[in-house]
């Protein structure tokens, strides 16, 4: 029997989530950049995808590629593994009783066809986070009667209140 590990390769945001990508997560520009690493972006959206049920295909269009390569992959796989497991068992694919997907989160696929299905649906969740990100960070602006001036600090505190991160702000008083 096959052994199917996922999260031991470099994986590439390439196209659109490129671009995205690229404006989220700046190299050493700490000011601007929302991602210390780009790891760190890919674990985020990927949380951010799974929970706002948000997926997206992949855009092969001929532009820059960002990489994420297998030394940080393997460096996250721990929780990487948690959250594939964690998708395995919420999926629960084509009907599956509970106790099964939780047998099958924990023991792993046993076929290439459930490794590539399972990797693509992380994988969609990833660049689905992607775009949820970009739209409440990068595109989104805030309202003139907003507490915070800074458009960053503001777009943070608005998705942190979108996800119930903190209380409302309003509500504060």
Do not use: C
């Not at 659109?16 to 959206?45: Q, V």
């Amino acid at each position: 029997m096959a052994s199917f590990e996922f999260f031991k390769r470099e994986f590439e945001f390439r196209g659109k989530h490129a671009r995205m990508a690229g404006e989220l997560w700046i190299p050493n520009d700490y000011g601007h950049t929302y991602f210390r690493r780009l790891i760190d972006l890919y674990l985020t959206a990927a949380v951010i995808g799974f929970r706002v049920d948000r997926k997206a295909e992949a855009d092969y269009a001929p532009n820059e590629t960002k990489s994420i390569f297998p030394e940080q992959m393997i460096g996250a796989k721990e929780e990487l593994d948690f959250m594939m497991q964690m998708i395995m068992i919420l999926e629960n694919r084509e009907g599956m009783e509970p106790e099964q997907s939780v047998k099958k989160a924990f023991r792993g696929v046993e076929t290439k066809e459930e490794y590539e299905y399972y990797r693509n649906l992380f994988h969609s969740y990833v660049r689905g986070g992607v775009e949820e990100l970009y739209e409440r960070l990068i595109l989104r602006k805030p309202e003139v009667d907003e507490e915070f001036y800074d458009e960053k600090t503001a777009n943070i505190m608005a998705l942190s209140e979108r996800f119930g991160m903190l209380p409302q702000l309003s509500d504060a008083t």
